[in-house]
């Protein structure tokens, strides 16, 4: 099983990712636990170019292709092999997340983002999206009471940005519905927990 988390800044992704791969582990399944951009040597380092600096280093179009080369190579090293040798695998933002990004909010051409997802993603789509959903004025409060380091770059693009990212992954959710599940992240940790483990048992 391929399931992804995808959602803005300060939803509380990580920690529900972590929640989730737990409970499966106790249920025996083998779980790989990864994250965009990152999970490869190269990936990582290619984040740290994404997720830092000034929020105008990088036009939109730039930042889809690098998602894209660091997705590539996660594909080959992670991905692929584990969803072939049967293990569950947990990603922490996949495609869902420049076209949200880069395209619905950044205006990267969706056409240069259907071509790079239909090259390097191709059949290897997810059993389920979960999408968290959360006003972004509360996220990004909550983004920039956490320590993320130098990891700020996307939350410094400002309100109007993130509102636009908003709309753009509510636009996928309601674009494929068998796979995108909403997730009410205003909720507590808990209750968002026990959200997630329902839509995955259906």
């Known amino acids: 099983m391929f399931i992804t988390f995808e959602g803005g800044e300060g939803t509380g992704k990580s920690t529900q990712i972590k ?10 399944q083998h779980v790989i636990l990864t994250r965009e951009p990152g999970g490869t040597f190269q ?3 290619l984040r740290q170019i994404l997720v830092t600096g000034d929020t105008k280093s990088w036009s939109a179009e730039a930042e889809a292709l690098l998602n894209y ?4 190579q996660h594909l080959r090293q992670i991905i692929r092999p584990a969803l072939a040798a049967g293990k569950t ?4 933002r996949y495609m869902d997340s420049t076209r949200a990004y880069q395209g619905f909010a950044g205006d990267c051409p969706l056409t240069l983002i259907d071509a790079l997802e239909n090259q390097i993603v191709a059949t290897t789509r997810p059993n389920f999206t979960l999408i968290f ?10 983004a920039k009471a956490q320590d993320k380091g130098r990891e700020d770059r996307f939350e410094r693009k400002g309100l109007t940005f ?7 992954f509510l636009t ?6 068998a796979r995108c599940k909403l997730i009410d992240a205003s909720q507590s940790i808990d209750q968002v927990a026990e959200q997630i483990w329902a839509q995955i048992h259906v």
Do not use: M, S, Y
């Open 19 to 28: 929640r989730l791969a737990e409970r499966l582990n106790t249920l025996g």
């Open 43 to 45: 990936g990582e380092a």
């Open 69 to 72: 080369a660091a997705r590539d």
């Open 89 to 92: 695998v947990l990603c922490d």
């Open 133 to 142: 959903d959360l006003d972004p004025q509360i996220g990004l409060a909550r």
């Open 162 to 168: 993130h509102q636009r990212l908003r709309q753009g």
């Open 172 to 177: 996928i959710a309601k674009a494929d519905p």
